[in-house]
């Protein structure tokens, strides 16, 4: 990001932020989740087949911790698309993911299925 010093990791693409934190904190289980997501829209959630009802997406190379906030997701009222690898955290990055767009589960498939 502007303003920031420079991470050689992250500037050569070596790693992806979620990676870089995961090494940070090796104890840590990092999920990457709610980040295409505004904070005031977390309460939209709706209940499991309801019409429209959003998907996110997440990643973690931990899968039990990956498991937990899938679950949590749907608990408050969200699909996920849940990728097994932090790496693939980087398909919807800040600038990179139309994040401001509403996706169900079936359109969020179909725009990472083209990615």
């Known amino acids: 990001m502007p303003g920031d010093p420079p991470?050689?990791?992250l500037d050569s693409k070596k790693l992806t932020q979620s990676e870089f934190i995961q090494r940070a904190f090796p104890k840590a289980h990092v999920v990457k989740a709610f980040n295409v997501i505004l904070f005031s829209e977390?309460?939209?959630?709706?209940p499991k087949g309801s019409p429209k009802r959003r998907a996110l997406p997440i990643a973690s190379d931990n899968k039990p911790a990956l498991d937990w906030v899938a679950k949590f997701?749907?608990?408050v009222g969200f699909d996920v698309i849940a990728f097994e690898?932090?790496?693939?955290?980087?398909?919807y990055d800040a600038f990179h993911f139309p994040w401001q767009r509403t996706f169900t589960l079936e359109t969020l498939k179909n725009y990472f299925a083209k990615q």
């Open 7 to 9: 991470v050689a990791d």
């Open 73 to 75: 997701h749907d608990d």
């Open 42 to 46: 977390i309460a939209d959630g709706k």
């Open 85 to 91: 690898h932090l790496k693939d955290g980087a398909k």
